[in-house]
Nanobody, 121 residues
């Protein structure tokens, strides 16, 4: 069974940095794109970063320069660094991955359960 498990997050002061990790476990043959999303209270989930297997990162324009995504293919892991944190970054953060479980399978989307980031002033 495949799972994505996030860690990190917690409470951070405005202007500080916070790091998130997400690791895939279980029967994983290959992982294509990995990404991070967040959901603020009362709002829709929004995309904040993606990274391809070779390491090409993409970000939405409104977060350019304030977040950095990276991955470790050997560990089936993806990471997110939030820099110069703002109160508006307070949200539940989720990782997502496009995973192939066996060579004869097809890619499927998996989500982690999320981790809370709270930015206080």
């Amino acid at each position: 069974q495949v799972q994505l498990v996030e860690s990190g997050g917690g409470l951070v002061q405005v202007g500080g940095s916070v790091g998130l990790s997400c690791r895939g476990t279980g029967d994983i043959f290959n992982i294509r794109e990995m990404g991070w999303y967040r959901q603020k209270a009362g709002e829709e989930r929004e995309w904040i970063a993606s990274i391809s297997k070779p390491g090409v990162a993409r970000y939405p324009h409104f977060l350019q320069g304030r977040v950095t995504i990276s991955r470790d293919n050997d560990r089936n892991a993806v990471y997110l660094q939030i820099h110069s944190a703002e109160v508006e970054d307070t949200a539940f953060y989720y990782c997502r991955a496009s995973i192939l479980r066996t060579a004869s399978d097809s890619y499927k989307e998996f989500w982690g359960r999320g981790t809370q980031v709270t930015v206080s002033s």
